[in-house]
């Protein structure tokens, strides 16, 4: 018995893919060559204990080809095995160590060549192998060109062993530092005018002192540091003035299109792609969207689930379309098959049929299957993510999600912070009311907004726990109208770009409004179209449910986006797959287009 749980533990590591010791060449060639280091060292260091042996290998070997040097060889060694053994960037660390060992050898060789006048004695060179790398680049470039080919590569050894984190991180030290020393120069030079005004104004020396007493209070605290971040200013004043709530009139001639096409052009031919494969399947409930068809899957009997779901690739390839298998409310399976002749749903069609009573924030997201508009409170979700490669029409569907706000909403209800690094999205919403502060468009600007954002969260928590209240909405039922609080939506287009520049500055306050800022009336809207794992990490999506799909490149990219395939089949032009607490498996729709002359309509009625 006892040897057959031992078998079973080394079947057990070995189906793990972790060889035992002696099948890994790599800690065997380490191994070996930590103990030839050793030996070197010993040798180096004590030739006398070693025998006649020890002193042949140090005198005829070491010495021979290091020269003065000799240590470096079992530096070298066990360098080499450390890095074999315990090292993960093998390869790097190993060729970090070559790139140091060869100016050392080089140095060695010039240091301690002995020279001789006599032209027919031998040179005792300092270090033979120093010189075999010496010699030739001397005789060609000189003694200068090798000097620089020598630091060039101890450059490159260092580069190499050092970590890139370490180096960005030491850069920025020495900027901090230099900006620093700037802002402290410049400190001196107006004190130092100031003092000069003062003189020459020939104030008394009590009046001058109780006037910089009065003007600067806390004049005697330090400066604060260079790399303390500023804050920027919101503008959140309620406007003393009515808006109008709800605009009629502004899309009369955009609310209407066909829903009388022809449904179910595809019913016979996808009984036909799953009857080849043996699957016999039934037709249900079919629906007609703008973009896409939902046939109603009803499996005959012996046929299950899982064996439709795994001939989606294979269904699809029949009809020469891309097709989806989701969920209907009701629960029943649904392929979805994009139709050829899509129609493009009018923005206005949208806003028209947008139910707001009961939402605080009333988001109009696209037309579903029914033709039915659909629409959530981002108040509920409370976050949200949309991604969507270059044609997919993210940046078209943000565009609509902030222009349902300022057609549901009024200033004094919400206002808006817009991020925009692409510098080309956002600019026709610069003259609303709703915007709390300019358009950004540059990276610097950022952490001051967000630092902004996170202390006004920190100040709203402090009012409702003065209230007693649990969340804005409540605040704002039980003060006076000039008293409360208006929600305040993020919309960040292209938040992958802010990461790449300087993740510390974005991400831990990005994370920080995620976790904290929802029952305070703050709601992040983050866009991107690089939805990878080291842009959308786990601690940022766990924070923000709410998710919007368009579409995207890969099955990998829609499961990081939504933790279900399916965004992969989008046909993009605002085919989108929404996930939202009403519908946790995701719910597909087709999201409107609305234009710039309709977006400064809804501004002008709102101005």
């Known amino acids: 018995m006892p040897l057959k749980k031992k078998s079973a533990k080394k079947q057990m590591r070995n189906a793990a893919g972790k060889p035992p010791f002696f099948k890994r060449p790599d800690w065997i060639c380490g191994l070996v060559l930590s103990v030839l280091g050793l030996f070197f060292l010993i040798v180096t260091l004590m030739p006398n204990s070693v025998g006649s042996a020890g002193q042949w290998i140090n005198d005829r070997i070491l010495i021979g080809l290091f020269g003065k040097a000799a240590i470096l060889a079992g530096l070298y060694c066990l360098g080499i095995g450390t890095d074999l053994l315990f090292v993960k960037r093998k390869i790097l660390f190993a060729a970090g160590l070559t790139c140091l060992m060869v100016p050392a050898l080089v140095v060695a060789d010039a240091i301690f060549t002995q020279k001789v006048d006599d032209p027919l004695a031998p040179i005792i060179h300092g270090s033979y192998l120093g010189y075999l790398f010496r010699a030739p680049i001397q005789g060609v470039i000189g003694t200068a060109g090798l000097t620089l080919v020598t630091l060039a590569i101890f450059m490159c050894g260092v580069l190499l062993l050092v970590p890139g984190y370490v180096l960005i991180r030491w850069g920025q030290g020495l900027v901090a530092r230099f900006k620093d020393r700037k802002s402290r120069r410049q400190s001196t030079t107006h004190d130092m005018r100031t003092a000069t005004t003062e003189e020459a104004a020939e104030l008394q020396p009590s009046q001058t002192t109780s006037k910089q007493a ?10 604060l540091p260079a790399t303390e971040t500023p804050m920027a200013r919101l503008n959140l004043t309620l406007y003393d003035r009515e808006f109008v709530k709800i605009p009629t009139g502004l899309f009369e001639e955009h609310t209407v299109f066909d829903q009388s096409l022809p449904v179910g052009v595809r019913q016979q031919d996808l009984i036909d792609a799953f009857a080849s494969f043996n699957l016999n399947i039934e037709i249900g409930e079919i629906k007609r969207g703008p973009s896409f068809e939902q046939y109603e899957i009803i499996p005959a009997k012996g046929v299950k689930i899982a064996q439709i779901r795994s001939r989606e690739e294979d269904v699809s390839l029949k009809l020469r379309q891309k097709i989806h298998f989701g969920k209907m409310a009701g629960g029943s399976l649904v392929a979805e098959v994009p139709l050829h002749d899509r129609q493009m749903v009018p923005y206005g069609y949208l806003l028209e049929n947008t139910a707001d009573d009961h939402m605080q924030i009333p988001v109009a997201v696209g037309v579903d299957a029914a033709f039915s508009p659909f629409s959530v409170d981002l108040t509920e979700l409370p976050h949200l993510l949309i991604a969507g490669t270059t044609g997919s029409g993210k940046s078209v569907f943000v565009k609509t999600l902030i222009a349902s706000i300022l057609y549901h909403l ?27 502060c300019d358009v950004i468009t540059d990276f610097e600007d950022v952490p001051p907004v967000f630092n902004a954002l ?14 007693g209240v649990s969340d804005i909405k409540q605040y704002n039922a039980s003060v006076e109208p000039p ?19 300087n993740a510390d500055g974005f991400e831990q306050p990005a994370i920080r409004l995620a976790q904290k800022a929802r029952a305070c009336g703050i709601h992040l809207v983050l866009a991107t179209q690089r939805p990878s794992a080291d842009v959308i990490k786990g601690l940022l999506k766990t924070n923000i449910p709410g998710r919007i799909a368009l579409s995207v490149s890969s099955k990998i990219d829609s499961k ?8 992969e089949s989008l046909t993009g032009k605002g085919d989108l797959i929404c996930l939202c607490p009403a519908f946790r498996d995701g719910i597909r729709l087709q999201g409107a287009y609305i234009s710039n002359e309709e977006i400064q309509k809804i501004m002008a009625a709102k101005s």
């Open 560 to 567: 990081i986006i939504l933790d279900i395939s399916g965004a």
């Open 483 to 501: 008293q409360r609080q208006p929600y305040i939506v993020v919309v960040v287009d292209e938040f992958a770009d802010l990461l790449m520049q």
């Open 214 to 223: 009065s003007e600067s209070p806390v004049s005697d605290e330090p400066d």
């Open 410 to 436: 009024t200033p004094n209800e919400a206002r808006l912070v817009l991020i925009d690094p692409k510098r080309v999205e956002f600019g026709v919403f610069a003259s609303s009311l709703f915007c709390a």
């Open 454 to 467: 996170v202390a006004e969260m920190e100040q709203r928590y402090a009012l409702l726990e003065k209230a």
